[in-house]
C-alpha cells in the first residue's frame, strides 16, 4: 500500500513540474518513484522516506546544474539573441519618472512599462537606464552608468 502512495505522490509532483518551468519538482518526483520501489521492496516507512530524501537531493544536486547550464548556454557565434532576452542588457530612456509602482521607457523605439530594480531609487524623464530583466510586459531597469561605446 504504501508504494501506491508514493507513486501517486511521484504523478502529482510529475504534473506539478508541468505547470512550472523550473526543473525541480520532477527531481522529487524521481525520489518518490525511488521510494516506492523501496516500500515494493518491503522496507520501513523510515527507511522509504530517507530514500526519498537522499534520491531527491542526490538528482537535484547532480542532474540539475546540468540542466540549467543547458539552458542558459552562451548563443552559437553568429547568432543573435531574440524575444525578451534580447532586451536584457539594453539601454532606455526614460520618457516618465520610473519608481517602484509605475514608470515608462523606449527600448529601441518601443514603449515599455518599467520598474526600478532597487526600490529606493527613481529615475526621470530623460535619464539612460539599463534593462536588467523582463518581467512580463515590465522591463526592471537600473541606472546606466556606462559610457556610450
Given at each position: 500500500?504504501?508504494?501506491?502512495?508514493?507513486?501517486?505522490?511521484?504523478?502529482?509532483?510529475?504534473?506539478?513540474?508541468?505547470?512550472?518551468?523550473?526543473?525541480?519538482?520532477?527531481?522529487f518526483?524521481?525520489?518518490?518513484?525511488?521510494?516506492?520501489?523501496?516500500?515494493?521492496?518491503?522496507?520501513?516507512?523510515?527507511?522509504?522516506?530517507?530514500?526519498?530524501?537522499?534520491?531527491?537531493?542526490?538528482?537535484?544536486?547532480?542532474i540539475?546544474?546540468?540542466?540549467?547550464?543547458?539552458?542558459?548556454?552562451?548563443?552559437?557565434?553568429?547568432?543573435?539573441?531574440?524575444?525578451?532576452?534580447?532586451?536584457?542588457?539594453?539601454?532606455?530612456?526614460?520618457?516618465?519618472?520610473?519608481?517602484?509602482?509605475?514608470?515608462?521607457?523606449?527600448?529601441?523605439?518601443?514603449?515599455?512599462?518599467?520598474?526600478?530594480?532597487?526600490?529606493?531609487?527613481?529615475?526621470?524623464?530623460?535619464?539612460?537606464?539599463r534593462?536588467v530583466?523582463?518581467?512580463?510586459?515590465?522591463?526592471?531597469?537600473?541606472?546606466?552608468?556606462?559610457?556610450?561605446?
Open positions: 500500500m504504501d508504494a501506491v502512495l508514493w507513486v501517486v505522490l511521484a504523478v502529482a509532483l510529475a504534473i506539478g513540474e508541468a505547470f512550472t518551468a523550473t526543473f525541480l519538482i520532477i527531481f518526483a524521481v525520489g518518490a518513484l525511488a521510494a516506492a520501489g523501496a516500500a515494493a521492496l518491503g522496507a520501513p516507512l523510515l527507511v522509504q522516506a530517507i530514500v526519498f530524501a537522499v534520491v531527491s537531493a542526490l538528482t537535484v544536486g547532480a540539475r546544474p546540468i540542466i540549467v547550464r543547458h539552458q542558459r548556454d552562451e548563443l552559437e557565434p553568429g547568432e543573435t539573441q531574440f524575444g525578451v532576452q534580447a532586451l536584457e542588457g539594453a539601454r532606455a530612456t526614460v520618457l516618465e519618472e520610473v519608481g517602484t509602482e509605475h514608470g515608462l521607457v523606449k527600448i529601441d523605439g518601443e514603449l515599455w512599462q518599467a520598474r526600478v530594480m532597487d526600490h529606493t531609487e527613481k529615475y526621470q524623464p530623460g535619464q539612460r537606464v534593462v530583466k523582463v518581467n512580463g510586459a515590465t522591463a526592471i531597469v537600473w541606472r546606466d552608468d556606462m559610457p556610450e561605446i
